[in-house]
């Protein structure tokens, strides 16, 4: 990995903090065994007029959070935070150790797999139930097989990133470099055919490898790389009970950070009411990540994908509730 790039991206975050810049250098990353980090220099002066609000909204309705389905204890959003993704930032002390934006019992709700049948939307319904949000990193293949899930995905406010087209580990050193990118870029190219409009610039590395010429890839075409603080493991789980203790175990410990879950598993989406009780029980808010522009997919691949799958033409129609501007 060429760790001597630099490139400035900025985080809103209410009223208090302004554009930062992020140069990138070496952290570790457990997975991959391979050392990179980023030396932040933020700039927490007042922001200037014009700077966006992220003044506490609820997820699905606009006016005052008064009550949420008739749940006024609903766990709703405390805050918005719009990434200008300008250069790839990394999120998540997992792997990315220099950027820390959540306030203390702040947290973000990731998922990881979707859309899958049964299981998304049973996160999606427990999510309304609490009028909160999250990101959910989308397989590509999923998203051509269920584009009418991950378009209720979209349609219920939530940012919809990228998870690879397979969900093929990209640190296997079978693959060569082409086949990774093939696997980063299609997979974003499947879910804007689904959405009918370009997602966010988020990724997620299956497994969290992150293998180094990736991360200097991904940060040439200003895509967010997502590790996480706290990892459910609901994958292994036989119990949603399992998952709960998983994620209350870290958490309390470290008290906020990005949540990883899997919107594909079962135990995850029984699960998943118990946790957002939990985190409103623990004092827990939950901040909602937008991107500031889409990711600007690559022509061949959107070409590629509909003359490999035999896919309808893609339009450019833009899903507002897949990338909001947050107003002043």
């Excluded at 079962?266 to 522009?293: C, D, F, I, N, S």
């Amino acid at each position: 990995m060429d760790d001597s790039t630099t490139k400035p991206f900025g985080v809103v975050i209410e009223m208090r903090i302004t554009t930062g810049l992020i140069f990138a250098g070496a952290v570790s990353l457990c997975a991959a065994t391979v050392a990179w980090s980023q030396t932040p220099a933020w700039s927490q002066t007042p922001a200037p007029k014009g700077a966006q609000n992220t003044a506490p909204v609820p997820a699905r309705a606009s006016g005052p959070q008064v009550a949420c389905n008739g749940n006024p204890d609903a766990l709703g959003v405390a805050r918005v935070v719009q990434i200008d993704t300008t250069g790839g930032p990394g999120f998540g002390f997992e792997h990315f150790k220099q950027l820390d934006f959540l306030r203390d019992k702040e947290v973000v709700l990731t998922f990881d797999d979707g859309p899958w049948p049964g299981t998304t939307p049973a996160v999606l319904k427990a999510l309304a139930d609490q009028c909160t949000t999250g990101i959910f990193f989308s397989i590509g293949k999923h998203a051509t097989y269920h584009p009418e899930i991950l378009r209720n995905v979209a349609a219920a406010g939530h940012t919809i990133g990228g998870h690879t087209w397979s969900h093929a580990n990209l640190n296997n050193k079978k693959l060569s470099t082409e086949q990774r990118k093939d696997e980063v870029e299609k997979g974003f190219s499947a879910v804007k055919w689904a959405l009918e409009a370009e997602p966010s610039p988020f990724f997620r590395f299956p497994a969290l490898q992150h293998p180094p010429e990736l991360v200097t890839y991904l940060g040439e075409r200003n895509i967010a790389m997502f590790s996480c603080d706290v990892d459910s493991f609901d994958f292994k789980a036989r119990k949603p009970e399992q998952v709960v203790d998983n994620i209350f175990k870290k958490l309390d410990k470290v008290g906020k950070g990005i949540i990883l879950m899997h919107d594909f598993q079962k135990r995850t989406a029984e699960a998943l009411p118990e946790v957002l009780r939990r985190l409103k029980a623990g004092g827990y808010k939950v901040v909602q990540m937008k991107a500031k522009a889409p990711v600007q997919t690559l022509a061949q691949y959107d070409e590629e994908l509909k003359k490999d799958t035999k896919l309808p033409t893609v339009s450019t129609r833009p899903v507002n509730s897949v990338v909001q501007t947050i107003s002043e």
